[in-house]
């Protein structure tokens, strides 16, 4: 049977310090009205990275989102006319293979926006992973 396309988005999460995490998330949309600028966003398999922070009270865990953040937003991977669960496991595999390299992307230590793009519709030849210097 087929996944639904409403399950749960988040392939990877890295905690980043303190009460700082990126979540890696891969989902269908079906497209509509794109509510930050009005434009039309095209239906499709979509990738977004979401920077929040993360704290416990005794109630449970609350999480802070705020906007203009580096390395958090949407980019649209595989424009499809219908929904298509193999493209969509097709990225989420792509993304959880390579996570570690696509963090490194969003932090600027490594490759471009059209790096991360390749990696995440399979084009990829090579990117540079960051140098790890000896201490």
């Known amino acids: 049977?087929?996944?639904?396309?409403?399950?749960?988005?988040?392939i990877h999460t890295r905690h980043l310090g303190e009460t700082r995490y990126r979540d890696l998330k891969v989902y269908y949309d079906k497209g509509g009205m794109n509510y930050w600028?009005?434009?039309?966003?095209?239906?499709?398999?979509?990738?977004?990275?979401?920077?929040?922070?993360?704290?416990?009270?005794?109630?449970?865990?609350?999480?802070?989102?705020?906007t203009g953040q580096k390395g958090d937003g949407y980019l649209l991977v595989t424009e499809l006319a219908?929904?298509?669960?193999?493209v969509l496991r097709l990225?989420?595999?792509?993304?959880?293979?390579?996570?570690?390299?696509?963090?490194?992307i969003l932090d600027g230590r490594c490759g471009t926006l059209a790096d991360l793009k390749a990696v995440l519709v399979g084009?990829?030849?090579?990117?540079?992973?960051?140098?790890q210097e000896a201490a």
């Open 1 to 10: 049977m087929a996944k639904s396309p409403t399950q749960s988005r988040t």
């Open 37 to 66: 600028d009005y434009s039309q966003k095209p239906k499709g398999i979509y990738f977004a990275s979401e920077l929040y922070q993360r704290s416990s009270t005794s109630a449970g865990a609350i999480r802070t989102w705020s």
């Open 123 to 131: 084009t990829a030849s090579s990117v540079a992973a960051p140098s």
């Open 82 to 86: 219908t929904y298509s669960a193999k």
């Open 91 to 104: 990225v989420q595999e792509r993304v959880r293979t390579h996570a570690d390299l696509i963090h490194d």
